[in-house]
């Protein structure tokens, strides 16, 4: 199957995970819109997003102490990024429960790795002073969104990527380009423009192990999620059982200025903030 076939598969299947409408229409504001009525509109519509919404406000992780029961007075004790992030991780989490999509696609594997880079992006965006953390965590959750699309449209290709993982020690992202000659990123990017996410992820969804490779100036959340995405293999966090460490290109770490004497610090940071969010 060609990519092109795949974007027409993508968009004729309804099975395939799909964020809610709510939460598309979340993702699509726009960064500095910050409404409270108007978010309350729309989280209202989808009642598991609203009880998300809620339950982290009285949670002691956001500094609740379990008297808030309206959802405006929790979306005003969160903050609209935060709600937007929390909304974004709790669709994307609900939409990835219960699906089968091969045999061999574990779920919560994927959600745990997709979780920890979102916790290292939103880290290292703060050390940086990069402008919204939040943003960066979105990217850091929906970086990966290509891999389910291979392994309900690729089966036969994704078992033998499986055996090269194993046997060869290749990370997932080189064995499906040795078999394919096309990876989940350009897949992502098509998941990316089915879900009609916002453009500002885009990049860093559809060229996260090589974001230095595009003739541009290289895109910060692109560059966010490739360090991220390192740190989540170095927590031991991955989507495949004994893929080998991403690594990180040095060009990358250099542009971001970051010190790689923290990184294994940095990692145990991640393990334990994944343990504390996961659902």
Not at 6 to 30: D, H, N, Q, V, Y
Not at 195 to 200: A, D, I, N, R
Request: glycine share 6%; with cysteine; proline share 4%.
């Amino acid at each position: 199957m060609e990519l092109s076939q795949l974007e027409i598969r993508i968009a004729r299947t309804p099975s395939f995970p799909l964020l809610s409408s709510a939460a598309t229409e979340i993702m699509g504001l726009a960064d500095h819109y910050k409404n409270i009525r108007e978010y309350e509109r729309i989280i209202l519509r989808d009642p598991a997003l609203a009880a998300n919404i809620l339950r982290a406000a009285n949670s002691a992780y956001y500094g609740g102490d379990g008297s808030l029961t309206n959802l405006s007075q929790a979306i005003a004790r969160l903050g609209i990024n935060t709600v937007r992030s929390i909304c974004i991780t709790a669709a994307f989490h609900s939409s990835l429960n219960g699906k089968r999509l091969h045999k061999l696609f574990n779920p919560q594997s994927f959600w745990q790795h997709s979780l920890a880079v979102a916790c290292s992006c939103k880290v290292l965006a703060a050390m940086i002073h990069y402008s919204d953390p939040e943003l960066a965590f979105i990217a850091g959750l929906l970086h990966d969104i290509g891999k389910p699309a291979l392994y309900m449209f690729f089966p036969l290709q994704m078992n033998l990527v499986h055996e090269t993982v194993q046997s060869e020690i290749l990370t997932q992202f080189q064995a499906e380009y040795s078999i394919m000659q096309f990876t989940h990123q350009e897949c992502g990017r098509l998941v990316a423009s089915r879900w009609q996410l916002p453009t500002v992820y885009h990049e860093a969804i559809g060229n996260h192990h090589n974001p230095l490779s595009s003739a541009h100036e290289p895109d910060m959340l692109a560059l966010l999620v490739h360090v991220g995405n390192a740190l989540a293999h170095r927590a031991g966090i991955t989507c495949i059982l004994g893929e080998p460490d991403s690594g990180y290109d040095e060009a990358v770490v250099a542009e971001l200025d970051l010190d790689v004497e923290q990184f294994d610090a940095l990692a145990r940071i991640i393990a334990t903030e994944v343990a504390k969010l996961s659902f």
